[in-house]
């Protein structure tokens, strides 16, 4: 395990029992929680994206502002829902936050997940073409996205511009070099996990996937990374691609820890989403030894390169910031980490 980062989906509620209980509250706690992991030494600040809910939904004045508070650690987004998308106009804002970030953008995209409201994204102007489904119309996004990232020039540009204009096509500013290399897709199929892999993408495997198999969870999602990871050599990309997965763990090392996680999930769960059978990895929560010998024997976990540990946010940043010095100091070195 080369890396660990904590990905927070961002909930807020009004609720006096939640410590987020503002839109304004989730954002700028995202913050402080993405110094407080940098100073523990975690590797990333991952952030969930959902629209029409109280959730995190625009994601880049947040990587920014967590760019410009940070030096180190790794931001990012698991996942932005790219049938929501215009790719030309995202291109610009991820070229932005990764410039104030200092190139430590890793933006994780995909079709993504079941959404709050019927067809959200014709409420933001798109629609698939004749013939296509919505889930291509995300892809077809993400490849111009992919496109555009190269920095070519593709624009005519005016004759008679405000401004002079360098010679030859424009592409869009600002550009930031090595961010096409840093763009992950986030796959609950291995269809599409060999898709990415074609297309030269990283992998961000979450804590469900299409039941294709039967088998437990762990079990399959550490098939797809090895198919994903021998179709990503056989499209003869020169670098080597970097794998994530996420998973809730928690370390119970005092009386909160047992309060709130005591009875963690311990098995995988089936269920429908979106009109497929998917299969939901269990959650760990135990005395850190036995953690340790549990997260050893989860296959997907070995093959991936960077762990995403999901946080509680609604607990507070402080009670968030525990949790994940918690794994790192207890559990994380076991597995390989620094």
């Known amino acids: 395990m080369k890396k660990i980062g904590f990905l927070s989906f961002g909930h807020w509620t009004p609720s006096p029992q939640s410590q987020t209980r503002s839109a304004a509250d989730t ?3 995202s913050i402080d929680l993405a110094v407080a ?3 523990l030494g975690a590797d990333g600040a991952y952030f969930r994206v959902h629209h029409f809910a109280r959730q995190l939904a625009s994601p880049f004045p947040l990587l920014a502002a967590v760019g410009a508070r940070t030096s180190r650690i790794e931001i990012g987004t698991g996942v932005i829902d790219m049938r929501y998308e215009n790719p030309l106009y995202m291109a610009e804002d991820a070229g932005a936050a990764d410039l104030i970030s200092g190139g430590r953008l890793q933006l994780g995209i995909s079709r993504g997940s079941p959404e709050q409201v ?3 994204w014709r409420y933001f102007g798109y629609a ?6 919505d889930a291509d119309m995300g892809r077809r996004h993400t490849e111009v996205l992919l496109q555009v990232l190269k920095g070519e020039g593709f624009a005519e540009p005016n004759p008679r511009p405000m401004f002079p204009n360098p010679p030859g096509l424009l592409r869009l500013e600002p550009y930031s070099e090595g961010l096409r290399e840093r763009i992950w897709w986030g796959s609950a199929s291995n269809a599409t996990a060999l898709w990415a892999a074609k297309l030269g993408m990283n992998l961000q495997s979450s804590t469900l996937k299409e039941d294709e198999t039967g088998e437990p969870f762990h079990v399959q999602q ?3 990374i090895r198919a994903y990871r021998e179709a990503f050599a056989a ?3 020169a670098r080597e691609p970097r794998v994530s997965v996420s998973r809730s763990i928690f370390a119970l090392v005092d009386d909160r820890d047992r309060a709130y996680f005591g009875r963690g999930q311990d098995s995988d769960h089936i269920g429908i989403i979106d009109n497929m059978r998917a299969i939901f990895g269990r959650s760990y929560a135990a005395e850190p030894d036995r953690l340790i010998e549990q ?4 296959e997907a976990i070995a093959e991936a390169d960077t762990l995403l540990l999901t946080v509680p946010n609604q607990l507070g940043v402080d009670y968030c910031a525990h949790t994940i ?3 790192l100091t207890h559990v994380a070195p076991a597995l390989g980490w620094r």
């Open 235 to 237: 499209a003869g990309h």
């Open 118 to 120: 019927i067809e959200g």
């Open 295 to 298: 997260l050893r024997a989860d």
């Open 325 to 327: 010095e918690s794994i």
């Open 37 to 39: 992991a940098e100073e």
């Open 27 to 29: 954002l700028l706690q």
């Open 222 to 224: 550490a098939k797809q």
């Open 128 to 133: 698939p073409q004749e013939g296509q489904s």
